[in-house]
């Protein structure tokens, strides 16, 4: 989907300790560390790109499985896809973005919460 990417995390050892994954970062005072039951929705919302560590959003779910549910709120294009963990994502301004946890899930959202402040707008806007 357009506004959106979708980046499967590059495996840099594999060894009998188990697997060690890389992934790009940029600078943020706070990373999120969120924890959600099977069944849980989460986010429900989108930005406007006012705060820059929203421009774009970056989660990286790092364990359990969840639906990612997302629609441009300019185009109404959706998306909608399952996916297993380590993976991220990097959801542009205006794209609404759900989260539905499949199993327990464990994501990181790249920024602290006073980034949300005056940059999320919940639901998603009927026509």
Known sequence: MQGVEIIFLEIVKNDERG???QFPNRV???ILLIKRKQ???SGKHYHTGKSVMKNPETIIIIDGEAEIILRNVKTKEEFKEIYTAPVMFKI??????EIRSITDVTFLDMNGIDDDKGDTIKGFPED
């Open 28 to 30: 943020s005072s706070n």
């Open 39 to 41: 069944g849980v929705i």
């Open 92 to 97: 542009n301004p205006f794209i609404y973005h």
């Open 19 to 21: 697997i060690t994954f």
